[in-house]
């Protein structure tokens, strides 16, 4: 997700912001964006960066891991977003998806860097989490514990890591572990994991698994304000609110969309808290048929509902395809509402002998 550098502090709500035409129509397109600070470094100063995206790509589980598994199929894709104020942007959301025949575990995870160096971020963390995971002695017995301590030990050689920023960079983070019939899920701001179960032959319901992160919510905002720091959304010109966001109790920085993260050592002063929320979710509960899994940054979920996605990955033969359509849908919901991308990633894993209308 894009780094934003606004050249005058945002105002609470009930304040009005001045400034001339094209910095108010910059700051509207970049309202849903991550972070909002009154730091004047240019944006996208580091260089230009001409990768290309992750390709869509699809796997059956392999056959160590068959055998009762309850994955069928999974595939992921990671696309750039498109921001008109910053023709260098570089893509900051980051995929893995990662099997273990070991312990017949399928690893997803999907992260949502920001600020100014949070496609390093997220990079840093995926080149080197999947390999910390499977070789964590508790692995095999205690997910739990494998996965907390992994990603403490990321963040910390992260924070370590001289060449990248991390007082104002850092990135969002969700992850499942599928071994036998349970999910293991850690969630560490506003990226999202949900399932869809079947209702009839045509029809499906979908179910969060992860809780988002947001600043607003009772016990996080009574954590960051306990820390000294505030609460509190920008209010801009044309009368529309963004989202809450976290700042220091005497700054107007960092301005963070979301209340954990990993990263960000300033917004982590002012009660922000890369503690991983976990969830343990055991697949097709009151025998219930479990159908679809879908994981993904905001950049899918920020226009589209649970269910909306779940009823076009439904409608969808294989994975990919969902994980297309779905990318599509939502890139024309963002250019269509805000005149901006955002990065969007996204993960679809069709579980038990799920088809399209099968």
């Given amino acids: 997700k894009n780094s934003i550098y606004i050249m005058s502090s945002p105002k609470p709500k009930g304040n009005s912001t001045t400034g001339n035409t094209t910095q108010d129509d910059i700051n509207q397109q970049r309202r849903r964006l991550s972070v909002l600070n009154d730091n004047k470094l240019a944006e996208a100063i580091d260089g230009v960066n001409i990768d290309d995206d992750v ?23 990671s696309k750039k977003g498109y921001a008109p104020y910053n023709p260098k942007k570089k893509n900051q959301d980051a995929l893995i998806m990662q099997e273990d025949p070991k312990t017949r575990s399928l690893f997803l995870c999907v992260m949502d860097g920001h600020g100014e160096d949070g496609d390093k971020v997220s990079q840093n963390i995926k080149s080197k989490l999947s390999n910390y995971l499977f070789k964590h002695k508790s692995f095999a017995t205690d997910i739990k514990t494998a996965l907390a301590e992994c990603i403490a030990r990321c963040e910390t050689e992260l924070i370590r890591e001289p060449s990248i920023e991390t007082d104002f960079s850092g990135t ?12 293991t899920c850690a969630n560490i701001g506003d990226s999202r994991t949900t399932i869809a179960y079947r209702t009839s032959k045509t029809t499906c319901v979908a179910e969060q698994i992860t809780e988002d992160h947001k600043p607003d919510l009772p016990a996080e905002k009574a954590r960051i304000e306990a820390k000294g720091g505030r609460v509190f959304a920008v209010e801009y010109d044309d009368g529309v609110d963004g989202p809450m966001r976290v700042w220091l109790g005497n ?30 979710y055991d697949f097709n509960p009151n025998n219930r ?70």
């Avoid at 390709?55 to 894709?77: A, D, L």
């Avoid at 969002?172 to 999910?183: D, L, Y």
């Avoid at 479990?290 to 994975?319: H, K, R």
Wanted: glycine letters at 8%.
């Fill in 251 to 280: 700054m107007d920085v960092p301005g963070l969309a979301m209340s954990r993260s990993l990263g960000d050592a300033i917004a982590h002063t002012a009660g922000v808290s890369s503690e991983p929320e976990f969830t343990e």
């Fill in 55 to 77: 390709p869509t790509t699809q796997s059956k589980p392999n056959p160590p891991s068959s055998g009762g598994f309850i994955v069928n199929s999974y595939g992921g894709y």
């Fill in 172 to 183: 969002t983070f969700t992850c499942a572990v599928i071994r036998g019939n349970r999910c």
């Fill in 289 to 358: 048929e479990d159908l679809i899994l879908v994981m993904a940054s905001d950049g899918l979920w920020e226009f589209m509902t649970d269910q909306e996605v779940m009823d076009i990955a439904f409608n969808c033969t294989e994975p990919r395809y969902a994980v297309d359509k779905l990318i599509s849908e939502s890139n024309e919901r963002w250019m269509k509402e805000e005149q901006v991308i955002d990065d969007t990633t996204v993960c679809v894993v069709f579980l038990n002998s799920f088809m399209a209308n099968g």
